[in-house]
């Protein structure tokens, strides 16, 4: 009889940040450097430096789409093309005060389903625990999680608010790109106990199975 295969090991996805110089997030985020100053911001598709600095904070989820395409063997858009694209479905909302919602998962999920063809889903009223399982046998998931998971040992003031890519577990941790972690450690396959990632996790996000 043959062997039962066992869990695909986890592939790492290629890495991207909400902003384009990714060793450059901790000075953006100190605010020792101007994002408009990013001088990678050309590459990202944004119409001028100034649209790059006020979308950029709010790309987090387009980080996660473009790191999910690219480990789905897909060559992701340029970031704002991929951000106006989402945009014209629903998956961002500019308020008439100028103020960005979004990523919304639905609009997005169905981009998914779509474009490049990918199945996905909304998920929510997910436990922490239920996350290695998701992620099994290649799968990956979009969690909202708030912006202090680059920061494991501070308590969060709340849960939610940011998006990372869960790509894998491994010895009851869990294993994440974060495109706004501030260094290497917290941008690139960072890990984390569940239990502790449990204490940022709020519950829901987008699940591409394997």
Request: aromatic share 8%.
């Amino acid at each position: 009889m043959a062997a039962r295969a066992g869990p695909r090991a986890a592939v790492i996805p290629p890495y991207f940040g909400q902003w384009e110089s990714a060793q450059r997030i901790g000075e953006i985020l100190a605010g020792t450097l101007r994002a408009e100053d990013d001088p990678l911001w050309p590459r990202s598709g944004a119409a001028g430096a100034a649209d790059y600095a006020r979308w950029a904070e709010h790309l987090c989820g387009v980080a996660c789409l473009r790191m999910a395409l690219a480990a789905r063997g897909v060559v992701p858009p340029r970031a704002f093309d991929l951000a106006r694209e989402i945009t014209t479905r629903g998956g961002y909302v500019v308020h008439p005060d100028g103020a960005i919602r979004g990523l919304i998962y639905a609009p997005a999920v169905a981009w998914l389903r779509e474009v490049p063809r990918m199945a996905a889903e909304v998920r929510v009223d997910v436990a922490a625990h239920d996350v290695p399982a998701f992620v099994a046998g290649g799968g990956l998931f979009i969690a909202s999680v708030h912006p202090f998971i680059r920061w494991p040992d501070r308590d969060p003031p709340s849960r939610g608010g940011h998006l990372v890519l869960v790509f894998g577990a491994q010895d009851g941790a869990l294993r994440l790109h974060n495109p706004s972690g501030d260094t290497a450690a917290s941008q690139r396959d960072a890990r984390l106990a569940v239990a502790d990632f449990a204490r940022f996790f709020a519950g829901r996000g987008i699940l591409l199975p394997g």
